[in-house]
């Protein structure tokens, strides 16, 4: 009985070719779309599950409440990690780590390398899982010359990975100057997974950081603690714990308390402020908003494809009453009917399956570059991905077969057999399915429009400053940055291609004092050259300047949104005083025309700008001549390495950088495009199946007509016109659902474009005309058909 429905399934699927090839196609690339968007969500939900402490391994987090405003951060200072674990025996270890973001340059004989780097304590291998290839994890960090190279960092001084012992300089290193005393390297770890929050090419000691920089405050909060907890601590009572002892060390007013945050849970909910989990380690934050949408963008797709074979089966199902009937008449069940059409559904689901399988291998570099992931054939060969979509294909042979098998099982053989058989409520569920359909497309036609539009917008609106030609040259750690400063504008005043040269500095967020109130402000140290190099406008005041000695000492710009934040009525004269790195009040003696800083998802900032000069600065902003750009860059790198030998060169464009703010917007902006074209070729695939079945069993209602004068175009609007009331309801159900999410979206700008009614209006009209298109062809090709032929046919 098997052996015979398959003969007869396959029988049909060969007679119907073009049907076949229009399911299989779209359920290929509607199964593709969910495969890739399952490993992207499996890897998403799959960040530090390797660590063996899990689920015990926590980081604690701190929320800071200031006038009603609760904010939290995954960072800490240096004291609460030795004072929990001191006091509260739920806790078996604790590592602080601090880095992420922290780049130094590393010399190993004449070999420099720009190396990212994490301080952490000795019990750093105690508490997370990074396999140790050389060395023991008891000494690894154990002492304070002491570091721990990757596998890869290994390889690119040395070429081997056997280099326990090796000496490595950090000149530039403030620790490293303070010791006066080389790096040893004490152990070799394999590179860090891709998919772990915490990424490093070297380890150091955190007692090197405290050589240093040895910060006693409870209050702060930049580096990462973690705690693995005895299996049965009580987590409340932990934290009850953390913030009973808060208080009994700290006098201060300010609201603190802190929590615990599983480490599996940081990459979807990375608790960034101000960049701080970058410093406190944690540089693979991401947002679960992006893979649920991801996930739902492709389930839309394959649901798409589903109701494409739904409505040909449907429409197709007349063409098989006969069948039916006859199969009735010689005693086959309604049942057996069923398993055999349901069968059906099963070839056509699992083909597509099999296609989809080979296309997400063949596609899967390009999907790495559009994802910004680095997928293997493991992560498609894995069982338990394998069993999802094991799962995902049986639901979907179900989801698509189902109703046709019942449709066709239920027709009355008698009814069948005389060709009088007809589908109730004139199809309602089919059409209900087409519009359904078309809404989807619609909603991410308008989606793409509206992502083109606001990136356009951004990429197109006034910085206040000019950041195009701008070369920036990180300079951090240098033992005199103005030293360095000064020979590059020696070294470089003569020639054409170097227009400016500025030392500048970020020193993040300060409460700045302001008489008797503070503001909080963003601090970035620039000198007198810094405003021409950018082309700011100066709104009030004047810029720094040699002529007046003072500047260096106790000057300082701000900008627009500084002076309003802080309600100063007569700003230039005032004096400020940003806290903890500044002693002495400073004078304001420019205003500067806001500039956008920062990006375009916040309004502008607070700013202030003292000189560097006094305070230093961490690079070397240079403009180039647009023309000799790739001679200044060959310049700038052979005077870097005069004037700072053994470094490495490190730089970038700001306007690239700049770029790289909207990179995770301009990433979605390529996959909503992606899937909006899937969606319209899978709903045109569709209309021309429909289309298709519908001319050929309308072939002799079509030559009568032509027989009594109907034109082609009026067969072709009597065809298109079913069709096109479908696209007018979806497109109203589309406009008000794609408004209310975009808006949504656009929320998270502080800058945005307003959705008009044009975009719905393009994007309706581009749907009419497709439709029209796919329907039209083939309506024209039924109508010049010879009506004599026409009128023979079934």
Sequence with gaps: ??????????????QTKLYAFINVTGLAIGTVCVLLAVIYLADEHGYDQFHAHNPNLYRITTTYTDEGKATTTGGTGQVQGPAFSAQIPEIRHYARIMGGDIYSDVRAGERALNVQLLFADSSFFDVFSF?????HKNSALKSVHSVVLTEKTARKFFNRTDVVGRILQM?????????????VVSAVVENPPVNSSIQFDMLSPFAFLQVSFDDKNWLSAYLGTFVVLHPRANYEEVIGKFNRIHKMNTKSTKSVAYGLQRITDIHLNPQEVSNQNREAGIINGSKPIYSLIFLGLAAFILLMASINFINISIANAMRRAKEVGIRKATGSSRMAIMLQFLGESAIINILAFVCAIGITISVLSVYNQLADKQFTLTEIIKPSLMLALLGILSINIIVS??????????????????????????????????????AIAIALGIATMVFYRQMQFIQSKTLGYNPHQIVKIRISGVRDVHQVTR?????????????????????????????ESKTLSYVRTIDEKYVDLMQIMIANGRNFSDQFRSDREFGVLVNEAFVKAAEIKNPVGA???????????LTIIGITKDFHYGSFKQRIQPLIMPMSDRFGGDALWVKVEMKQQTEALALLERTFKKVLPGAVFNYNFLDQQNALE????????????????ISIAICCMGLFGLTHLSTARRTKETAIRMVLGATAAHIAILFSRSFLLAVAIAILCACPVSYY????WLSDFAYRIDITWWMFAITGSLAFVLTLTTVSSQAFLAALKNPVSSLRAE
């Excluded at 530039?172 to 080389?182: F, I, N, T, V, W």
């Design 1 to 14: 009985m098997f052996k015979t429905f398959l003969k007869i399934a396959c029988r049909h699927l060969w």
């Design 131 to 135: 396999h140790l290839l050389h060395g």
């Design 171 to 183: 000149d530039a290193d403030p620790s490293a100057m303070r010791l006066g005393k080389p790096l």
């Design 401 to 438: 077969g189902l109703y046709p098998a019942y449709l066709l099982a239920n027709f009355n053989p008698i009814t069948a057999l005389n060709n009088r058989q007809k589908l109730s409520s004139d199809n309602l569920l089919g059409r209900g399915l087409l519009v359904f359909q078309f």
């Design 487 to 515: 020979r590059f504008r020696d070294l470089l005043k003569e020639n054409p291609s170097i227009k400016h040269i500025s030392l500048a500095g970020e020193f993040g967020f300060r409460d700045v004092q302001v008489g």
């Design 575 to 585: 004096q400020i005083r940003p806290q903890s790195d500044f002693a002495e009040n």
């Design 662 to 677: 909207y990179k995770t917007e301009m990433r979605w902006q390529k996959i909503i495009g992606y899937a909006t074209a």
């Design 741 to 744: 999410l975009l808006n949504l």
